[in-house]
């Protein structure tokens, strides 16, 4: 089946892939809306296998009621996700390994990249009754440390915060903006607050609440700015005694970030304080896109501190950490230029190779062979016919 392809090209990874911290890039697309069906748009978004997603692109040639198709894009990812895929496949797909990882101590890091009504903050947070991945993480955290003889050893600390504006606030304490300081650990937010946490619904009931706490239009006073960026971090604390009897701290972070609507800031005669917003968040997201540029070519100088969202995630993208992309997308036409820039991104995020990866070069081409993307010919070709029809 499908399923077992992509087990199998897992297993068949070269023993440097193993080690190595890629990039992981995942598509999601989202049920289509009620709205999105009254406007009469067409699904411009087709999953042909679990890693290859085709984009259509159609006119609407002189006005005509009917849609023409003109051209078709391939993108391959290391999964897409129908508008099927629940909410417990995604992130066991995406993120159950990085929890795994941090549990012995080191870095995981999720984004959700996409343009505002794409479904990141449904992939990220999700509903009380079809919670998403934040509240899943914590939740195979808590099962997995419980497992552990000495579970004991392990504290479980979280954060939730929101840059926006280029301004960082604390979402479960909120009150004055945070000041990013550098000390021996990297970039912490004074006085961001730390919770010490034991269980999920605990959990579920201060993410709901900070996700209240995020800024929000002045013109739809119930919704999350779509300049809002908002950033779950996870820390987990595991102490053991060595031999000597010494305390050793190990310490893994888990950041979990629901990004700001990735669309172009909107044509705005609105007041400066809009445009500059506007500015600013392009300011992070645009921060972000040329550190992920800067990791993709292998620099030195990674630019992190051009915002603060790339200062607060400083040690959660590249080095050692593991790093995971969702790119959330709708499947209707009148979205296409929105998905079409996402799935671009998606495209050149997959390039990123951190410090233990190996560079492919023409001596060891041999150790990145061309991964069968598991596309099965024949279906494939059904569906064009079926398409072309
Ligand atoms: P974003 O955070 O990217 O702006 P949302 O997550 O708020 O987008 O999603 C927009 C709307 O679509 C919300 O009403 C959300 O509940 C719904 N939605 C998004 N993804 C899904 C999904 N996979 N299944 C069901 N509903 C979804
Ligand atoms: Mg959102």
Redo the contacts with the bound molecule.
Sequence with gaps: SSKNRVVARKLSLPETEKTGNRVTVFV?V??I?KKEKEADSRCCVTIVNPRDVYLTEFVNPNGYLRLKRIRRRHFTFDACFP?S?T?QEVYSTTTSELVEGVLQGRNGTVF?Y????????????G?VE?PGVMVLAINDLFGKIKTRSCDGNYAVHLSYLEVYNETVRDLISPGRPLVLREDKQGIVAAGLTQYRVYSTDEVMILLQQGNHNRTTEPTRANE?S?RSHAVLQVVVEYQVRDAAMNIIKNVGKLSLV?LA?SERALATDQITLRSLEGANINRSLLALSSCINALVDGKKHIPYRNSKLTQLLKDSLGGTCSTVMIA?ISPSSLSSGETQNTLHWADRAKEIRTKTWMQANDANEDLFPVIETGTDQATLVLELQKENR
């Design positions: 999601r989202r049920p809306s508008d895929a909410q959700c996409g343009a505002t009504g794409a479904g990141k903050t449904y992939t990220m947070l509903t079809s999350t779509s629901d609507g959330n």
